[in-house]
């Protein structure tokens, strides 16, 4: 018997092993397969771009994970919390942490969910792996947060906080919107919007800063994750490229899911922004930079430019994004420091040496945003609300973008449906809104429950309990516990204070 080539060898593999129902009506066993008006011809041919077969993939991941949790157990074991340049990047990664790991865990439902309705070999093998993946990586950060545990208020109850948390709310509209339309669009959500044109700025950025700053357990978390995104996102650009080759008649349906994918994971990644710009002393890279270059070169310049063959434009609100690139890390700062008291993360009083980036990088800061950051020099519950923020009805992140245009006027939107005024964030939400209105009319606000009287007859401790939180652990940081502590620690093993 002649010897398989690699192609051959991964075919016979992974083809063949599907059931195929002949005593059910398929309709029955698949009964999303049709719903979406997706024409498939012959998705037999289509392939998973990676060929990998099972037990391959499993000997690279044992391998990434020796590599990781060796740089884990060696910054565990050395002190390297104690070592980083400021202590208020862990407020950062607690702010990662309570958003992107609770995504990492509904991203492999979610994988299954699209393999279990979509009855195509390649696909389901691709998405059983990247299923795996996403437990993976929610496994590796909940390692991660739980050292951070021992040495860090907000951690201590991540079920709870990950749960009931308003913030949180923002990651899970976004996986229960996906989680709720058909198996292609969702494919589109996942494997594409967020995976091929978001995962990049997602990690990379925030890792690089992560090494700027001497956080090596993060940068390594960083890395042994982001190498398993080019198998994500080379499936996304497949899948994406089989369903338009498919039929000329896939090509308006996708290009309505692109146009609001693509909105609802910008949205979705606003708080990164904030994390790049604002919680590393040390910046190896802005927000504007990283957009410019994983998202306006990369995706707008040249991902885009192919699929024009096949009659795909830009996202309907691409342009607005680019112009947000301008104001947006400091716009979601802002709110993070306006709703402080209700984060299990804290914010902090700029530096003299913050000041000089931000300004040196953004033009716009020192006229529009400097004053407002000043307020909390003498006084640092100077910008706190009280209570909870109104959110827009898609995406959940507050209301309270300003117009890049016109920096006096907010992007908020409104729309009526059944005698209803619902409020949205932008153009983008709004557009999104006002084509599904039914699905977006039944969000859930927590402010709603937080007037409704929901949390008790002081609803600020009813607050804190619903979340898991005590009032210590929020507010602002150079005054914190976790601070006093931080310095403690350097104290007892000799290093030289860096940075207040």
Known sequence: MAKLGIKEKYHAMTRDLMWDPQNYDKKVVYPLIEKEGIILKDPSRWEDPFRMAYNQYVKIQ?????????????????????????????????????????????????????????????I??????????????????????????????????????SQNLWVNTVVKSFFDDAMTAGPFEALIAISFSFEYVFTNILFLPFASSAGAVGDENFAAVGKTVQSDESRHMALGMAALKMLLEEDERNVPIIQGWLDKWYWRAYRMFCVLAALVDYYPRIRPISWKQAFETYIEEQVFNGLFKDLKKYGIRLPKFAQDSIKEKETYSHSVMRLLDQYKVANPYRVFTLQPDDYEWLSKEYPMFEQHYASFFHNNDEDIHANSHPGLPAVCSVCQVPAEFPNPDNMLELLTQYSEYKGKTYMTCSPGCKHIFDNEPEKYSQFWWPAEAYLGGEFGEDPIAGMFKYTG??????????????HARWLEHRRHLGLDKIYF
């Open 62 to 122: 044992s391998e990434k994970d020796g590599i990781y949790h060796s740089v884990r157990n060696a910054f565990e074991a050395n002190d390297g919390h104690a070592k980083v340049v400021d202590s208020r990047w862990y407020e950062g990664v607690k702010l990662f942490a309570v958003n992107v790991q609770p995504g990492e865990y509904q991203a492999h439902r979610l994988m299954a969910y699209i393999g279990r309705h979509i009855p195509i070999e390649a």
């Open 124 to 161: 389901r093998f691709a998405t059983f792996n990247q299923a795996i993946d996403e437990l993976r990586h929610a496994q590796i950060e909940i390692k991660h947060y739980a050292h951070m545990s021992k040495q860090m208020d907000g951690l201590h109850n991540i079920p709870r906080t």
């Open 469 to 482: 939180l005590t009032p210590e652990e929020t507010g602002e940081h150079y005054t914190s516990r976790d």
